[in-house]
Structures are given as C-alpha cells and as structure tokens.
C-alpha cells in the first residue's frame, strides 16, 4: 500500500528540493537586507575594491534572493543551482567547520541535486521550452 503512494507522489521530490533551497536563498536574502548588521560576524572584515561591509551583505542579500527567486519559479533552473552551489563552498571554505557550515553543507547538496536533475515538471522552464530534464516515464531506473 505505501508502495503505490510512494510511486505515485515520487514526481514531486524534485520540485520539493528546489523549493526547500530557493526558500533558504530567500530568506537569507530578505533577512540580509533587512537585518544587515546580524549577517557581519559572517563576511570578512577584509572585502575586495574597498567596499563597505554594509554594501557587501546588502548586495549579498540582493544575490540570494535573486538566486531563491529563481529557484522557486524555476527559471534557469540549472544555471541558478549551480551558481547557488558554488556561493555556498565559497561560504563554507571561509567560514571553516562548524554549525553554520553544517547547515550549508546540506544546502550545497541540495542545491547540487537541483542542478544534478535540471528542471522538474513544475518549472517555469519546463513551460516556456516544452520539455523536462528528465522524464520519470521513460527512466530505465
């Protein structure tokens, strides 16, 4: 019996891992924006062209939110993932191993499967190209 629900709702794994990491972006980017000062323990106090560190998380806010906005629509939704993967090394190398790090390993992994499977069934992508990354239907798993 859990057999055939499983089957039946697995089409909604991947949309479901997009949507949790786009949400995460999202929410980091709103509260960057909004709460800048909590997020400055988090950057280096040494920043590139002599930018001001409240700049810095701002435009870093304004990055993951563009980055979980597009991740929920789905838009570019591979491309997205991978620049996403790639902020978050970039995140963990700096802030080394702990409890912050572990949180975004996960989200590294997540956002490596996004990129990994490309856009789902319920992609803006999907909609405007007319085709899937991969089509259940037809898997020979």
Not at 86 to 111: E, K, Q
Request: charge should be positive.
């Amino acid at each position: 019996m859990l057999d055939k629900f499983f089957e039946k709702n697995r089409k909604y794994s991947s949309p479901l891992i997009r949507w949790g990491v786009g949400i995460v972006f999202f929410l980091f980017g709103i509260d960057q924006v909004r709460r800048p000062g909590a997020w400055e323990a988090y950057f280096p106090s040494a920043l590139p062209f002599g930018m001001d560190l409240g700049r810095a998380i701002f435009l870093n806010g304004l990055f993951d939110l563009a980055i979980g906005a597009l991740l929920l629509i789905g838009f570019l939704t591979r491309l997205v993932a991978l620049i996403g993967a790639l902020h978050l090394v970039g995140v963990i190398y700096y802030l080394g191993y702990g409890d912050i790090a572990i949180r975004d390993f996960g989200l590294l992994f997540g956002a490596l499967a996004v990129f990994f499977y490309g856009a789902d069934w319920l992609c803006l992508d999907r909609k405007i190209w007319k085709r899937a990354s991969y089509d259940f239907e037809r898997s020979e798993i």
